[in-house]
Each structure stands twice: as structure tokens, then as C-alpha cells.
């Protein structure tokens, strides 16, 4: 079965970051905005519909680890709503969420030798989809309102607590709020729980603020 093939995606991380992040820069050289929203929509849709299809239907879902609470899983569905919502202080919280969520997940993984192949699936495609969104936001000149900076933020606070009670209450580790990731990334360099939560809200408040800058700033490249 698909699920249990375990061992397909065990190669280096930043070998099939690199390769995601080729085939975006291919892509987004080549097509026009309104077709890689088109193109973005479509890959979202069919990453959510086959993930929690194939999860489901192999008796594989699990509240404890498969519900969209993760900070990316959320912000890809919030860049799906944003699609239609088009308002431009939610458009504004998921580009910085994307963008923060992107860099972090490409260059470290919560994914192990446990992992499904279908989890790695889900993995990749949906940060590259968030890459992709960021992109596409750059390259039609979107601009960040130091306002919408800021709702950015206390938006994020308030999920934090809400996700942070829901692992109290239901024994589960979303948005990492009771226990360093699992796979293969740089939570090792980090003290323990719950020190190492505040070196992951500067370096998302640092995230958030370099974006800023990045996004009014006159544009030099994806032109």
C-alpha cells in the first residue's frame, strides 16, 4: 500500500527542498500571476482532497497528528480562503505566515523514518505551495500595511493560545507548543521546552519583519 511504503522519500531534505524549489523558479519565470493563481489553486485543492482522502480511507488519520492546526497547514488553507476572500489584511496575515512557514519548512523537516509517504507528499507540496504563493504576491507588487503588520501578529498570539489549550486539553503537540519537532531539523540547537518556544517567536517575529521590508521595497527580481 501507498501508505506504508515508508522508505521512498528517506534522501537528504535539502536535496528535495532544492528540486521543489527549482521547479518554482521555473515555473514562476515562465507564467503570468493569473495563471500561477490558477496554478496554486488547483495544487492546493488536490493536495488537501488526496491527503485526507488517502489518510482516511487507509484508516491513517489521527486527530493527534493529521488535523491542519500546524501554523503552514493552516496558512495553506488560509491562502486557499484568500483566493476568494481577496481582503487584504487576511491576504496580508497568510503572506507573512507563508513566507516564514516556507524558508522554516524547506530547510528543516518534522518528518522521520516513520513518517508515510503520503505525509512527505503533504509535506513538500504544501510548503511549496506556500513558497509559490509568496511568489506570486511579490510579483504582483503587493504591498504590507505596517497595520495589517501588526494584525499579523496579535492574530498569530491568539492562535498560539487557542492551539497551545487545545494540546492541553487533548494530549496533542500542534504548532510544537509542549515539545520540540521530531525529524530532522535545528530544534537540537535550541534549549528545552519552554525556552526554545521563545527563540521560535523572535525568529517568527524576525521573519515577519523582513518580509515587511522585502515586500515594500521596489521590486528586483521575479519580474
Not at 487576511?90 to 528543516?108: C, D, K, P, Q, S
Not at 513518517?115 to 504563493?133: D, R, W
Not at 534549549?191 to 519583519?209: E, K, Q, R, T
Request: with cysteine; net charge positive; glycine share 2%.
Amino acid at each position: 500500500m501507498l501508505l506504508n511504503f515508508k522508505n521512498a522519500f528517506d534522501v537528504n531534505h535539502l536535496m528535495l527542498s532544492f528540486a521543489c524549489l527549482m521547479l518554482l523558479l521555473a515555473i514562476t519565470s515562465i507564467y503570468k500571476v493569473s495563471l500561477l493563481q490558477k496554478i496554486l489553486l488547483f495544487s492546493i485543492s488536490l493536495n488537501l482532497f488526496f491527503f485526507n482522502f488517502l489518510a482516511i480511507n487507509n484508516n491513517f488519520y489521527s486527530y493527534k497528528n493529521h488535523l491542519p492546526l500546524h501554523l503552514c497547514y493552516l496558512t495553506e488553507i488560509g491562502v486557499l480562503l484568500s483566493i476568494f476572500i481577496r481582503n487584504n489584511k487576511f491576504t496580508t496575515w497568510m503572506l507573512l505566515n507563508a513566507m516564514f512557514g516556507a524558508i522554516t519548512a524547506l530547510l528543516n523537516s518534522n518528518l522521520d523514518s516513520s513518517s508515510a509517504l503520503i505525509e512527505k507528499f503533504h509535506f513538500y507540496i504544501s510548503h511549496s505551495n506556500l513558497a509559490l504563493f509568496t511568489i506570486i504576491l511579490y510579483k504582483s507588487k503587493f504591498k504590507i500595511k505596517y497595520s495589517n503588520l501588526l494584525f499579523s501578529i496579535n492574530s498569530n498570539l491568539m492562535l498560539l493560545f487557542t492551539v497551545h489549550a487545545f494540546n492541553y486539553y487533548f494530549s496533542t503537540n500542534y504548532l510544537f507548543t509542549f515539545a520540540k519537532p521530531k525529524g530532522i531539523n535545528m530544534s537540537f540547537l535550541l534549549p528545552d521546552w519552554p525556552f526554545y518556544y521563545l527563540f521560535l517567536v523572535i525568529f517568527g517575529l524576525a521573519s515577519y519583519y523582513i518580509t515587511f521590508i522585502l515586500f515594500n521595497t521596489k521590486r528586483k527580481i521575479f519580474q
